[in-house]
């Protein structure tokens, strides 16, 4: 499995940015897929999941109703839509693959990694 993630880049306070992670490889046993957060200098941290056969979301609370994940299955492709965002939200951004049911808001959950995209939030 190849998680490539896209979409970053540097943002007003207030604004947008749309994420976008296309999956390829053997994805038939994939119970779910998530993005995390690096903030410079902290731990990374879980943003968003969404199961892969069923629409149902999971989220980290400080970023309910600003952000929406969602999936293509036809394209392989997740999303997680951002909006008002914060400076507090700049990060490298993560999509991970999730291979058993469990916790969604783990990092040893996932298996499979993207290479990360940077969100800049300028205040």
């Known amino acids: 499995v190849q998680l490539q993630a896209s979409g970053g880049g540097l943002v007003q306070a207030g604004g947008s940015l749309r994420l976008s992670c296309v999956a390829s490889g053997s994805l038939w046993n994939t119970a779910a897929m998530g993005w995390f957060r690096q903030p410079p200098g902290k731990e990374r941290e879980f943003v968003a999941a969404?199961?892969?056969?069923?629409?149902?979301?999971y989220y980290l609370e400080s970023v309910k109703g600003r952000f929406t994940i969602s999936r293509d299955n036809a394209k392989n492709t997740v999303y997680l839509q951002m909006g008002s965002l914060k400076p507090e939200d700049t990060a490298v951004y993560y999509c991970?693959?999730?291979?058993?049911?469990?916790?969604?808001?783990?990092?040893?959950?996932?298996?499979?990694w993207g290479q990360g995209t940077l969100v800049t939030v300028s205040s």
């Open positions: 991970a693959r999730k291979l058993n049911g469990g916790t969604y808001d783990y990092t040893g959950e996932y298996d499979y």
């Open positions: 969404i199961r892969w056969n069923v629409i149902t979301t």
